[in-house]
């Protein structure tokens, strides 16, 4: 998730300067992952789900974050693919 976010930035710097060819990564996919996760905890063990409570709620921010990169290069002309791709 970090090498696609940060290939996000460099895209989105890419298409500010014009540049042709650029992509981006949506995460969807990886967001869907992330969150099927908690089906799987186990309700004895309580702080290890706060800690993962706590990493899906700062990994959200993330993904919020990449959302609006995604929007705007896609507005600049970069092409939407996949994080799997």
Known sequence: MEEKV???FTQ???????????????L????????QSL???????QSRNLQHLQLLHNIYYVWKINQSVVH???ELGAEE?????
Not at 12 to 26: D, M
Not at 28 to 35: L, P, S
Not at 39 to 45: C, I
Request: charged share 35%; no cysteine; hydrophobic share 30%.
């Open 6 to 8: 940060a290939s996000n």
């Open 12 to 26: 989105l710097e890419k298409a500010l300067r014009g540049e042709r060819g650029t992509y981006v990564y949506t």
């Open 28 to 35: 969807e996919d990886v967001r869907q992952k992330i969150e």
């Open 39 to 45: 089906d799987y905890f186990d309700t004895s063990v």
């Open 72 to 74: 705007l290069a896609k």
């Open 81 to 85: 693919i996949s994080s799997e791709d």
